[in-house]
């Protein structure tokens, strides 16, 4: 049982490129949620999804897009990086209970 | 404002003391109250949570709405016990949304 897998584990990136960070869980959650961790800021929510479809934006959303592709997965897209944007990134997904499952975060550096 | 305040980086104790990593929250309705906790090298994962009111490997926290407080509390730190804890808030109804603290970096020096 996997849980919440996110792939890569690391990326570096040049200012300017784009890529996606992947989330997949095998845990039939219908929320999911994205999150970036940086040293003396906690954890801030990026967007999140609360059922397949739909898509909200939460504390820091500038920079990025998202993708509910279906259930199981729910994508981060930064569409041209900037330095601002290296940072831990993770993934969650929650049920009813609201207890979040998180993954083991993509480690993203911006030159 | 929904906000969640950890005042302290980082708290060092010895193996054996007792341990209090204090949290504060600011929340207009009835939240519910979390604790998180990320080991070395490993995933973020639930400690424990204030509706359970139950004790996760020694550790207990009260909600305490008058203070708007939720301290994470040991009586006797273990080594193991080094990691970062992150508090966090759910409003209910709120989707699962979390609001995370600053976290805190717990040392237990032998």
């Known amino acids: 049982n996997a849980g919440v897998t996110q792939t890569p584990k690391f990326q570096v990136l040049k200012t300017g490129q784009s890529m996606t960070l992947q989330c997949a869980q095998d845990?039939?959650?219908?929320?999911m949620y994205w999150y970036r961790q940086d040293p003396g800021m906690g954890l801030r929510l990026i967007y999140y999804?609360?059922?397949?479809?739909?898509?909200d934006k939460g504390e820091v959303p500038n920079g990025y897009n998202v993708s509910r592709l279906n259930k199981r997965e729910f994508s981060l897209r930064l569409e041209s990086a900037a330095p601002s944007q290296t940072s831990v990134y993770f993934c969650?997904?929650?049920?009813?209970?609201?207890?979040?499952?998180f993954g083991a975060g993509t480690r993203l550096s911006v030159l | 404002a929904q906000r969640v305040t950890q005042p302290e980086k980082l708290l060092s104790v010895f193996k054996g003391a007792p341990v209090e990593l204090k949290c504060n929250y600011s929340?207009?309705?009835?939240?519910?109250l979390f604790w998180y906790v990320q080991y070395s090298r490993q995933r973020l994962q639930l400690l424990l949570r204030?509706?359970s009111r139950e004790s996760i490997k020694g550790f207990t926290a009260d909600l305490n709405k008058g203070e708007t407080s939720f301290h994470l509390k040991k009586p006797f730190a273990q080594e193991e016990d080094s990691a970062m804890y992150y508090c966090?808030?759910?409003?209910?109804?709120?989707?699962?949304?979390?609001?995370f603290g600053q976290g805190t970096t717990l040392q237990v020096k032998p």
């Open positions: 966090a808030l759910s409003g209910r109804g709120n989707t699962g949304k979390l609001i």
């Open positions: 999804s609360a059922s397949e479809g739909t898509t």
């Open positions: 929340y207009s309705g009835s939240p519910e």
């Open positions: 969650a997904s929650s049920e009813a209970s609201n207890i979040q499952y």
């Open positions: 204030h509706i």
């Open positions: 845990m039939n959650h219908n929320s």
